[in-house]
């Protein structure tokens, strides 16, 4: 083997000079926390929520402290109580089935398809179980978002999205999170913008977003929020909502108002990358790339693709073989959890389910970060390294 990649898929972006000289800005005066404010002095908090609803185009916006706070914040929102069924998908990361269970709430799991989206079939056999369904748009696939809004609307079920990984796609030219009631996102690490932790929630719902803002912790301080509804809207529910804090700060705001101004720069960046390790992916014997909808107009800060129905001894091979020449995949077939990783069935806080589609989607997909820091060539070698991993394999007896 000559081809070894040497970098790092952990590795993001160091955070943006004006990023920084803002941070410095709010340590050397102190005020960290949102409601601390000179007089006549607008917060970065409150100046990021107004940044985050231009961009989205959404009539309200709340900073929280993380992506899984905002989802929890939503389905309190939205008044899910203990014991209710919240229909979720099947394939996603551990704090959305984790956000259902806080409430005391069911995870009832919603089927794969084989372009990673939620399974609309199954969804609607399952849409009279619930009022809420939280959707995950996992690894940034978003499904024929048409057909699942009419069904929800014709069973009265309530869409939460989990835009984790879609800030800043659209679907048909609006952005994602905008076509459900309340679209949750997360600014962790990992995600589009960075501030270590943090999270935002939309919603064009007056009442809906005065009670996340009461959840969020604003005490009675809500009139100082920009991207907020108007004093009467808080008069009308401030006596019910508990005090769940779960507040931004100004110096994680203070580091993405820059981040959120360069997003569509970054997001061209990362689609270079995508398409160049997709495109060097596509016709390896035994690999299926996942084929997006015209619709969509994604982010590619991650990669999936199947190796559909292999036994999994080999995808284990090609697993081992990659990362043997520097190329870290992520397995969602694994027996047991691990990283980041974990699947439906490693959840049992929440009722049994079997779903026999997803397992056999899940056994086949592998999933890659595209950090930044990868440069163009760097895609390309990649792709190198799965193709001629994979073709090893899937050619040996
Ligand atoms: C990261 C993530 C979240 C939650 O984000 P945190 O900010 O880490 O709480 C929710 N859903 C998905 C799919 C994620 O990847």
């Not at 231009?54 to 916006?61: D, I, V």
């Not at 001894?313 to 520097?326: F, H, I, S």
Request: charged letters at 20%; one cysteine or more; aromatic letters at 8%.
């Amino acid at each position: 083997m000559t081809d070894k990649f040497q970098g790092n898929f952990t590795q993001q972006e160091p955070i943006p000079e004006e990023a920084i000289t803002a941070a410095l800005e709010v340590l050397r005066h102190g005020r960290l926390h949102r409601y601390n404010t000179a007089p006549g002095e607008l917060s970065q908090t409150a100046l990021l929520e107004q940044d985050f609803a231009k961009l989205t185009g959404a009539k309200f916006a709340l900073s929280v402290a993380s992506g899984g706070y905002a989802l929890a914040c939503a389905l309190r929102a939205l008044n899910v109580q203990p014991g209710d069924k919240v229909l979720t998908n099947a394939f996603t990361l551990a704090p959305v089935p984790g956000a259902i269970a806080s409430l005391g709430a069911q995870p009832i799991f919603v089927d794969v398809t084989e372009t990673l989206t939620i399974d609309l079939d199954d969804l609607e056999r399952k849409l009279p179980l619930a009022r809420v369904l939280m959707l995950s748009h996992m690894r940034g696939h978003l499904c024929d978002m048409d057909r699942l809004i009419a069904l929800c609307a014709a069973h009265n079920v309530q869409i939460i999205e989990d835009c984790a990984h879609t800030m800043g796609a659209t679907w048909n030219g609006q952005q994602s999170g905008r076509q459900g009631v309340i679209g949750c996102y997360s600014t962790q690490t990992y995600k589009h913008v960075n501030s270590g932790e943090g999270g935002f929630l939309i919603t064009d719902d007056a009442e809906i977003a005065a009670r996340a803002i009461m959840l969020s912790g604003s005490y009675m301080l809500y009139e100082r929020h920009l991207a907020a509804p108007g004093p009467e809207v808080f008069e009308q529910i401030k006596y019910d909502m508990p005090n769940v804090s779960g507040r931004m700060d100004n110096l994680r705001a203070a580091i993405l108002r820059p981040q959120l101004a360069a997003l569509p720069e970054q997001i061209k960046r990362w689609n270079d990358r995508y398409r160049v390790v997709e495109n060097g992916l596509r016709s390896t014997p035994g690999l299926t790339v996942i084929d997006r909808d015209a619709r969509e107009n994604y982010v590619g800060s991650s990669i999936q693709f199947l190796l559909l129905d292999w036994p999994s001894p080999k995808v284990q091979a090609v697993l081992d073989r990659c990362a043997a020449a520097g190329v870290e995949l992520k397995w969602f077939g694994g027996a047991e959890p691990s990283g980041f990783t974990s699947r439906y069935d490693s959840w049992r806080y929440a009722p049994a389910q079997s779903l026999p589609q997803s397992d056999r989607i899940l056994a086949g997909l592998l999933d890659m970060r595209l950090p930044l820091t990868f440069t163009l060539e760097d895609c390309a070698q990649i792709a190198r390294i799965i193709r001629t991993e994979v073709s090893a394999v899937f050619q040996e007896a």
